[in-house]
């Protein structure tokens, strides 16, 4: 007597209760061919048939009514359906049917110690119909026994494999949710260090081009306005990426832009190691971690010189950014909180002094970094 599905009230992800399908309850109704098969055999008279019929209409419609119904309902309804099995059993011991609903409803509706004790009385009913109300049929209350605690053990174990797929399907959502909510993050992080590098590319090269019109260097301007197209190009791409994962050029060509914003914000700027061959997704994360760290360096610093080192350590690669910028106070903004995140996402971690100037430190593990 499995009726169950799980319903969806309205949220995707959110799934709140579990309910009785109505769709093919009525298969379910055939259990009702043990009330009706005395009905045609025995000699049962007009008045008597008719008022059976009317009771199985009524328990007809209560089974429909409990599909249908709130947990404030449920207990009268259940008790309107035994009502209706006992007000039967004196006449048509086919009732035991009738009582196998009212068990498979409390095991799947109730706890368990809850549904047990309503079997209990139902198997209690059962035996005192057969004692002392008789009803005429020698294993009624053995038939009645076994139908009551198979169904409404059947009722037990569909309502336990429709929570354990109700727990499924929430998990699947959450995890769906959090999938979107770190994407999300994703986008973010790689829209702040992207545009935040790319927007102060643009303010540099404006304000050359604005300061070489006025001394009518027109030919040194017109370059600066070329390459703010150029930048505006390739933002507009990487903004596209972003939505679906940040793409670069590689670690020596990404690296050699930055060198050359440096450069042309006035800053010095030298690069000591060897360059280390990253893959996947420390390489992307050792771009967007630099991008942001000259970033600050060219809005915030007032120094002129810049160093980036690369170290080959025991187990892993340590980057260094430095200027000699004063600098007495950093706060840390959501540029450098996500460089952190980044890091922390490959197993490796950011520090940063101010002591003597501005210096950044990345460090993480050679999983997927190997030295050239």
């Not at 996947?280 to 610093?301: D, F, K, P, W, Y």
């Amino acid at each position: 007597m499995s009726l169950v599905v799980l319903r969806n009230y309205g949220n995707n992800e959110h799934m709140n209760t579990i309910e009785l399908e109505r769709k093919f309850a009525w298969i379910y109704l055939l259990n009702l061919g043990f009330y009706i098969f005395p009905m045609v055999l025995a000699p049962y008279s007009i008045a008597q048939l008719a008022i059976m019929t009317l009771a199985m209409l009524a328990f007809i419609g209560g089974y429909y009514r409990t599909l249908y119904s709130t947990p404030g309902e449920r207990p009268w309804l259940l008790l309107a359906l035994y009502a209706i099995a006992c007000s039967m059993t004196v006449w048509n011991p086919g009732t035991i049917s009738m009582f196998g609903f009212v068990a498979f409803f409390a095991g799947f509706y109730y706890p368990l110690r809850r549904a047990a004790i309503i079997a209990l009385g139902i198997v209690a009913t059962l035996f005192a119909f057969q004692y002392v109300v008789v009803t005429g049929w020698e294993y009624f209350h053995y038939y009645g026994l076994f139908l009551v605690v198979v169904i409404g053990l059947f009722g037990v174990i569909e309502r336990n494999r429709q929570q354990r797929v109700l727990q499924e399907k929430r998990s699947e959502a959450e995890i769906e949710r959090l999938a979107t909510t770190v994407e999300r993050e994703r986008i973010a992080r790689d829209l702040h260090d992207i545009l935040g590098h790319t927007l102060s590319c643009i303010i540099l090269k404006a304000d050359l081009a604005e300061k070489q019109l006025a001394k009518q260097q027109y030919d040194a301007a017109g370059k600066q306005l070329a390459e703010l197209a150029s930048i505006a190009r390739e933002s507009l791409s990487d903004v596209r990426k972003s939505v679906s994962g940040y793409k670069h050029q590689g670690l020596t060509r990404e690296l050699n832009k930055l060198q050359q914003r440096l450069q042309d914000a006035g800053f010095k700027t030298d690069i000591k190691g060897e360059l280390p061959t990253v893959t996947g997704n420390h390489e992307t994360t050792l771009i967007l971690a630099l991008t942001e760290m000259v970033t600050n360096i060219v809005r915030h610093s007032k120094g002129n010189q810049c160093v980036i080192e690369f170290r080959n350590m025991s187990g892993s690669i340590g980057v260094a950014l430095s200027d000699n910028g004063g600098c007495e106070h950093l706060e840390e903004g959501n540029g450098l909180r996500g460089v952190r995140e980044r890091m922390q996402a490959i197993g490796g971690q950011l520090t940063y002094s101010v002591s003597q100037g501005c210096r950044f430190e990345l460090l993480f593990p050679t999983d997927g970094a190997q030295q050239t």
